[in-house]
T-cell receptor
Framework: RKEVEQDPGPFNVPEGATVAFNCTYS??????FFWYRQDCRKEPKLLMS???SGNEDGRFTAQLNRASQYISLLIRDSKLSDSATYLCVVNKGSGTYKYIFGTGTRLKVLA | DGGITQSPKYLFRKEGQNVTLSCEQN?????MYWYRQDPGQGLRLIYYSQIVNDFQKGDIAEGYSVSREKKESFPLTVTSAQKNPTAFYLC??????????????FGSGTQLSVL
């Protein structure tokens, strides 16, 4: 089983749709969780950190479920500019500097 | 402006040649990382360094070498022992634990191709 798993997609959705991605992780000691956005052949850019209480930033909402060991990202009112690959990133555990990346979920928002 | 600078953006390697990818940061971050990304795959850790003069192998270190003589710089050498070097290479950094959020900051990447 991979340490961090994501559905690779692609998710093709119309503009204005709501779309949700999940990411599961295997190490129960993992402490930090992030969603990054990556455009083709560019560097990943931090979209959101994911906190235990859940957090929201505009149209984006991230949640953490420690019991089931997954994090989620919800995008409301999708824009064409949201088309990208969304990477789930997990810090391996307390006191470690190692991060594990999911393979990413591709989103394509259609006009 | 603070950030991470990778160079060159594109690099070509001949068979049997060693090449070095540059990564410089002026964020005063202690930890630096090198990742490799292949098409359709996630980022895989090559090497990381938590502090000057110290570095650790990641999951795919074979055929690569690094140095960390200065806090700002973490160059990666792709040696001739790396038989499949064609990939997108990303450098990242983060603050020391307890000195800011534990998120990674990335450079813009180097695309390495074999001639």
């Amino acid at each position: 089983r991979k340490e961090v798993e994501q559905d690779p997609g692609p998710f093709n959705v119309p503009e204005g749709a709501t779309v949700a991605f999940n990411c599961t992780y295997s190490n129960s000691a993992s402490q930090s969780f992030f969603w990054y956005r990556q455009d083709c052949r560019k560097e990943p850019k931090l979209l959101m950190s994911v906190y235990s209480s859940g957090n929201e930033d505009g149209r984006f909402t991230a949640q953490l479920n420690r019991a089931s060991q997954y994090i989620s990202l919800l995008i409301r009112d999708s824009k064409l500019s949201d088309s990208a690959t969304y990477l789930c990133v997990v810090n391996k555990g307390s006191g470690t500097y190692k991060y594990i990346f999911g393979t990413g979920t591709r989103l394509k928002v259609l006009a | 402006d603070g950030g991470i600078t990778q160079s060159p953006k594109y690099l070509f390697r001949k068979e049997g040649q060693n090449v070095t990818l540059s990564c410089e940061q002026n964020l005063n971050h202690d930890a630096m990382y090198w990742y490799r990304q292949d098409p359709g795959q996630g980022l895989r850790l090559i090497y990381y360094s938590q502090i000057v003069n110290d570095f650790q192998k990641g999951d795919i270190a074979e055929g690569y070498s690094v140095s960390r003589e200065k806090k700002e710089s973490f160059p990666l050498t792709v040696t001739s022992a790396q038989k499949n070097p064609t990939a997108f290479y990303l450098c990242a950094s983060r603050p020391r634990q307890g000195y800011g959020e534990e998120k990674l900051f990335f450079g813009s990447g180097t695309q390495l191709s074999v001639l």
